[in-house]
């Protein structure tokens, strides 16, 4: 467990003048103002190297052996990282990386709407194309991932809850049981696409092209926080989170509850209107 | 190789290396071993093997001693479902139950109102109305379901941002940074489908 706490860097003028008083550098006669910097780091240049390593991955396949290693290494480096308070000076009552979170999420519903109305493009334009696809397509498998994602959303609200109550062993079940939901759900949605793969649906049919995207890009957003949450558990792991320290865990459940609302409407979209 | 094949393959490593990328390092997490080493080892194998590898490491890994306790004291004090049920005199019904309360029910909290029941509610009500959703869709009822089912996901949505993600308690400022990029995909979404 790393907590640093480093004093405010001095100037060299300062050092300076504290050497020709003849006293140590820092140790300046009244008491100075400490304030909590994070250690410098590049760990996030390093996940930012390789994340860019891992899109490049969808041009030449070969970067992801590269890309992915590196992204995973950073990450655990960051495990290391204390939780920063920060205090924004507009809006004081406002946290700054909440507000950061709800801006992300905008974004996002603006970027899964387009998605979405895509879709309802192309499914009011070629209606006979969709009732055969629907035809295909496994509600029962597809109610399966939809309650594993409405369950997972609920861990994460009972895990946040104890560690809000110092509920270490409770909050450690709930996340492993969201970490274990998220790769179900991934595995359901491979196990779909496989099985649509075989039935002909590609991504070169009509049906197909709007089908892997959607899914695709929704399916993407629960592999990253399924990462995230890895990261999560192995921070709580090293103490990082307490009943005063949980905006990290409260981000993360922002993230993964609107992942869960995106397939809400997915979920209504392509499987149960007709 | 046919371009099927590379997808696959492409694929089966991504995904290897994936996985035991992240659980490898949980794995070790109190372990007495090396998690740099370990992780590149779950790396490595999981890219080559897969799950197939993978888990004879985990198991191996698993088996090595703990690490000595040098952290706080609520960490030594963790126990496993495993122990929870020893302890509780597995087998009764009674004795499950209390188990199931000590590993998944958080305590109330020191100061401030809990809000565990109200999630548990939310969470019954969206088991609920995903049930009803699938039941209008499946047995064939006399009248349009697109309506009733687009009401039934817009209140499940509300449910989730409302009480899962805070909304109806926080500040209506994160509210406001969120509704207001709604306009701007409701318009998005629109447009396209009207094209």
Redesign the interface.
């Known amino acids: 467990?790393s907590t640093a706490q480093l004093t405010a860097p001095e100037t060299m003028h300062e050092v300076e003048d504290s050497l020709a008083e003849g006293r140590a550098p820092g140790s300046n006669g009244h008491e100075r103002d400490e304030i909590h910097l994070p250690p410098p780091s590049i760990a996030p240049l390093i996940v930012g190297v390789g994340a860019t390593l891992s899109v490049l991955?969808l041009i030449a396949?070969v970067s992801?052996?590269a890309g992915?290693?590196l992204v995973?290494?950073g990450l655990?480096r960051m495990?290391h990282f204390p939780e920063i308070e920060m205090h924004g000076r507009f809006?004081a009552?406002?946290d700054p990386r909440?507000?950061g979170m709800?801006?992300f999420?905008?974004?996002e519903?603006?970027f899964?709407?387009?998605l979405?109305?895509?879709f309802?493009?192309f499914k009011?334009d070629h209606p006979e194309a969709f009732r055969a696809a629907h035809e295909v397509l496994s509600?029962p498998l597809a109610?399966l991932g939809?309650?594993v994602l409405?369950?997972s959303?609920?861990a994460?609200?009972?895990g946040l809850?104890?560690m809000?109550?110092?509920?270490?062993?409770?909050?450690?079940?709930?996340m492993r049981l969201t970490l274990l939901f998220g790769?179900t759900f991934l595995s359901i949605q491979?196990f779909e696409w496989y099985e649509l793969m075989h039935e002909g649906i590609k991504a070169g049919n009509i049906f197909g092209t709007v089908f892997f995207v959607t899914t695709g890009f929704h399916g993407l957003h629960v592999?990253i926080g399924?990462?995230w949450l890895?990261l999560l558990?192995?921070r709580a792991?090293?103490?990082v989170y307490s009943?005063s320290n949980n905006l990290g865990i409260?981000l993360f459940?922002?993230y993964w509850?609107?992942v869960?609302?995106v397939w809400?409407?997915l979920?209504?979209v392509i499987?149960?209107?007709? | 190789m046919d371009s099927d094949t590379?997808l696959l393959a492409?694929l089966w490593?991504?995904?290897g290396?994936?996985?035991g990328?992240?659980?490898t390092?949980?794995i070790v997490?109190?372990k007495r071993v090396n998690?740099?080493l370990a992780?590149?080892a779950g790396?490595v194998l999981g890219?080559v093997g897969g799950v197939f590898l993978l888990v004879p490491l985990w198991l191996l890994l698993r088996l090595r001693p703990d690490r000595e306790d040098s952290?706080?004291a609520?960490?030594r004090?963790?126990?496993s479902?495993g122990e929870a049920l020893a302890e509780t005199g597995s087998g009764s019904p009674a004795g499950a139950l209390a188990a199931l309360r000590?590993?998944?029910?958080?305590?109330?909290?020191?100061k401030g109102h809990?809000?565990?029941l109200t999630?548990?509610g939310?969470?019954l009500a969206?088991?609920v109305i995903?049930g009803v959703?699938?039941l209008?869709?499946?047995v064939d009822v006399p009248f349009a379901?697109?309506g009733p089912?687009?009401g039934?996901?817009t209140g499940?949505?509300m449910l989730?941002?409302l009480?899962?993600?805070?909304l109806r308690y926080?500040?209506r400022?994160?509210a406001a940074?969120?509704a207001?990029?709604?306009p701007?995909?409701?318009l998005?979404?629109?447009?396209?489908?009207?094209?």
């Not at chain 2, 009480?163 to 805070?166: I, K, R, S």
Request: charged share 10%.
């Open positions: 467990m991955g396949p992801l052996i992915i290693p995973l290494f655990l495990a809006l009552y406002l909440k507000l709800w801006a999420l905008a974004s519903i603006m899964f709407g387009a979405i109305g895509t309802i493009a009011v509600l109610t939809t309650s409405i369950v959303s609920f994460v609200v009972m809850e104890a809000q109550s110092d509920d270490r062993r409770v909050f450690f079940n709930w790769v491979a592999l399924v990462a890895g558990v192995l792991t090293r103490g009943s409260e459940g922002l509850h609107f869960d609302v809400i409407v979920f209504t499987y149960l209107i007709e | 590379v492409t490593v991504t995904a290396v994936f996985v990328g992240v659980v390092p949980l997490a109190r998690e740099w992780t590149l790396v890219g952290g706080p609520w960490q004090d963790a126990i479902l000590a590993n998944f029910w958080p305590r109330a909290r020191s809990s809000h565990r999630y548990l939310v969470f969206l088991a995903t959703e699938v209008l869709t499946v379901v697109t089912l687009v039934l996901s499940k949505v989730v941002a009480y899962f993600m805070h926080d500040s400022w994160y940074v969120f207001s990029a709604l701007f995909a409701l998005a979404s629109v447009i396209l489908a009207l094209s």
